[in-house]
């Protein structure tokens, strides 16, 4: 998870202290706003390392298990 | 309590800035899928020819937003090595009608859809999704579906969490005017599963007049409650924690 820590919108750092206990991984940018997370230089370079990371080999990389039509989905359709 | 009128919030400037700041001069073609409903739905493909892996990242805009305000991130991701597409959900942007879908969940069926249609190249293609804003609260509803296991990861760009979370600041009710008595209403409706009044506006964003053109400024009750996370924190921690868990 990356959050700006200027967001105007969202308390940056709620991420961090609710989440940490979920194993979630937080990055919090400074002088990154709520609008500069997909534009601000340093919030995009930030997006492709943790991108980058899973392609470097994390865990669990496996192929999904079940099919897309799988009965859990057809399930929410009825 | 459905005839109470919804009202706009005033314009937020920084809003504004961020969504006119868009370079659109290096936008690629427009490419549409058609779901199982025949509608056509809109995205754009960011193609890096460095990228060797089998792996796709989806970006899913905020909320009101459309694909044009990805521009910047997919144009860097592509140049970086790395495929990605950035897609408008629909109600937005150039999938079907603006600030309203069909049905409530539809929109994961969408991206049930898209990811089939990507698949037909390559049947083994994994993906990533990047989910910004309420794009990346959109994950709590399909981490934990089957469509939700096509994916390797879900990066969230501060995700919206739900009205009443200890992540929503104060400034949200000033991005969003919601009219709650509607909104208790339809959900009355719809505990007896009567849909009518599901395609009424229960929410508006304080965009200013020179977005419109790219933005989506009301919400219908069935895309709120569709594109949006749970509205619960506990069940949107819930799997926030079972997709944490599932990744590690």
Redesign the interface.
């Known amino acids: 998870m990356i959050a700006g820590q200027d967001d105007e919108l969202m308390v940056s750092d709620a991420y961090e202290r609710e989440l940490k206990s979920f194993w979630i991984g937080v990055k919090i940018l400074p002088k990154v706003n709520y609008m500069g997370l997909v534009h601000h230089q340093d919030a995009i370079t930030a997006i492709i390392a943790t991108v980058k990371q899973g392609y470097s080999g994390t865990p669990n990389l496996s192929p999904p298990s079940t099919s897309l039509h799988s009965a859990p989905f057809d399930r929410l359709r009825d | 309590m459905l005839a109470l009128p919804l009202r706009r919030p005033q314009p937020?400037d920084?809003?504004e800035?961020?969504?006119l700041?868009?370079d659109q001069s290096r936008l690629t073609s427009l490419s549409t899928f058609q779901a199982r409903n025949g509608i056509w739905l809109a995205y754009r493909y960011y193609h890096s020819t460095q990228d060797e892996?089998n792996?796709t990242?989806l970006i899913v805009h905020g909320s009101s937003a459309q694909l044009i305000?990805?521009t910047?991130?997919a144009n860097?991701?592509a140049a970086?090595g790395?495929t990605a597409i950035v897609l408008d959900i629909r109600g937005h942007g150039a999938s079907g009608q603006r600030g309203d879908i069909a049905y409530i969940?539809q929109l994961?069926?969408d991206f049930?859809d898209l990811?089939?249609e990507l698949r037909r190249t390559d049947p083994?293609q994994?993906f990533?999704l990047?989910g910004?804003?309420l794009g990346?609260g959109f994950f709590t509803h399909i981490s934990t579906?089957?469509?939700g296991?096509?994916f390797?990861?879900f990066?969230?760009?501060?995700?919206?969490l739900g009205p009443s979370?200890?992540?929503?600041?104060a400034?949200?009710k000033a991005?969003a005017s919601v009219n709650l008595p509607r909104i208790i209403g339809i959900t009355i409706r719809s505990q007896f599963k009567v849909t009518l009044g599901q395609s009424l506006p229960v929410i508006a964003f304080a965009n200013g007049a020179k977005t419109k053109r790219y933005v989506t400024s009301l919400y219908s009750y069935r895309l709120l409650f569709s594109f949006g996370p749970y509205f619960n924190w506990k069940k949107t921690?819930t799997a926030?924690?079972q997709s944490?868990?599932?990744?590690?």
Do not use: C, D, H
């Not at chain 2, 990066?155 to 919206?160: D, G, H, N, T």
């Not at chain 2, 979370?165 to 600041?169: A, C, E, F, L």
């Not at chain 2, 944490?244 to 590690?248: D, R």
């Open positions: 937020l920084f809003i800035q961020g969504a700041a868009v892996s792996k990242i305000q990805m910047e991130l860097a991701l970086s790395l969940r994961n069926y049930e990811l089939i083994n994994k990533i990047v910004t804003s990346g579906t089957a469509v296991q096509a390797e990861r990066i969230l760009l501060a995700p919206f979370t200890p992540t929503s600041g400034s949200n991005w921690i926030l924690a944490a868990k599932k990744y590690l």
